[in-house]
């Protein structure tokens, strides 16, 4: 996967430290025109070539422990935490599930990259340790689907007490009572873990970014984007100082006092009108 056929917004800018590309403040008003996309592969790219030894768990783990640390002492940790706190009481929230988080270990040992990856691990679990304030203690289970994870990462993952799924078990996990994280992923995958419900929090990319740079005819796939910015309440995830790690990110969060999603009943069950993805269709896109 390159960056090209990434199918992530066109303003996008290619980040000299890593591989991916990321949402950088414009310097112009003007709207770049929208990038077709071309791919709906949903294959992680192909790293380059590692040239030394994976890294050890306990490398990462220590690692994790002082990004962690940093982190929670950010004022921007102290805004997602008030944040989530703040929404926490709406739709209630049974598990969480992470996509795209990149490696703990890229292989060119590039830091920006890793420090992103360590930032939105962390940002996702203060914003889990969050909402099972309001579980009475009761964990959520949270699953993580990264196909570029290592041996080391995934086992690091597991050593926090989380489940690392295959691609796309994580997608197919979804659905109405879930908080799904999943910052800069490629349109595809936001389009497949969007696909047969909408989840109580979504964490990605919004329909904001998305609207500046599709082009109508092409924004089906994203339509579940759309109606959550027109019927969930949104904000923008709080910005990490450092680095760009949420850079073009939302937090959409389902009313309490919604109705259930058209085309789903209040426990996520598919309602006898049609399927989801009918409904979904039948949104205009503008
Ligand atoms: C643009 S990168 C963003 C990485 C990281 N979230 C960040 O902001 O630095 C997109 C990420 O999606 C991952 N990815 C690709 N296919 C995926 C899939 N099917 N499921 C989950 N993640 C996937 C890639 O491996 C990559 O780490």
Same mark, same amino acid.
């Given at each position: 996967m390159t960056p090209?056929s990434a199918?992530?917004?066109?303003?996008?800018?290619v980040d000299d430290e890593c591989e991916w590309t990321?949402?950088?403040?414009?310097?112009?008003?003007?709207?770049?025109?929208?990038?077709?996309?071309?791919?709906?592969s949903?294959t992680a790219s192909r790293p380059p070539p590692r040239t030394g030894p994976l890294r050890s768990v306990s490398d990462v783990a220590s690692e994790y422990?002082?990004v962690?640390?940093?982190?929670?002492?950010?004022?921007?940790?102290?805004?997602?935490?008030?944040?989530?706190?703040?929404?926490?009481?709406?739709?209630?929230?049974?598990?969480?599930?992470?996509?795209g988080i990149g490696t703990f270990d890229p292989a060119d040992g590039g830091w920006e990259a890793r420090r992103r990856t360590y930032?939105q691990l962390?940002?996702?679990?203060?914003?889990?340790?969050?909402?099972?304030?309001?579980?009475?203690?009761?964990?959520?289970?949270?699953?993580f689907q990264e196909p570029i994870f290592t041996a080391s990462d995934k086992s690091f993952i597991a050593s926090?007490?989380?489940?690392v799924?295959d691609s796309?078990?994580?997608?197919?996990?979804?659905?109405?009572?879930?908080?799904?994280?999943?910052?800069h992923?490629y349109?595809?995958?936001?389009?497949?873990?969007?696909?047969?419900?909408?989840?109580?929090?979504?964490?990605?990319?919004?329909?904001?970014?998305?609207?500046?740079?599709?082009?109508?005819?092409?924004?089906? @796939?994203?339509?579940?984007?759309?109606?959550?910015?027109?019927?969930?309440?949104?904000?923008?995830?709080?910005? @990490?100082?450092?680095?760009?790690?949420?850079?073009?990110?939302?937090?959409?969060?389902?009313?309490?006092?919604?109705?259930?999603?058209?085309?789903?009943?209040? @426990?996520?069950?598919?309602?006898?009108?049609?399927?989801?993805?009918?409904?979904?269709?039948?949104?205009?896109?503008?």
């Open positions: 090209s199918s992530v917004p066109e303003h996008q800018a990321f949402v950088k403040p414009k310097k112009t008003c003007g709207h770049n025109p929208p990038r077709p996309s071309h791919t709906s949903l422990r002082t962690r640390t940093a982190w929670e002492s950010s004022p921007a940790c102290f805004s997602l935490r008030a944040l989530v706190a703040a929404h926490a009481a709406e739709a209630p929230v049974t598990q969480a599930v992470c996509l930032v962390v940002a996702f679990l203060v914003m889990v340790d969050e909402l099972q304030k309001k579980t009475g203690g009761k964990k959520l289970p949270c699953f926090l007490g989380h489940r799924v796309p078990a994580g997608c197919q996990r979804v659905d109405h009572s879930t908080l799904l994280f999943g910052v992923l349109r595809p995958i936001y389009a497949l873990a969007l696909k047969s419900g909408l989840p109580a929090v979504f964490v990605g990319t919004g329909w904001d970014v998305w609207d500046r740079v599709l082009l109508a005819e092409e924004a089906h @796939d994203l339509a579940n984007i759309k109606v959550m910015e027109q019927t969930y309440e949104k904000a923008v995830f709080p910005q @990490d100082a450092l680095g760009t790690a949420f850079s073009s990110t939302s937090v959409y969060w389902r009313p309490a006092t919604s109705e259930a999603f058209p085309g789903e009943n209040r @426990d996520g069950t598919a309602d006898e009108q049609g399927d989801l993805t009918d409904k979904l269709a039948s949104v205009s896109i503008t």
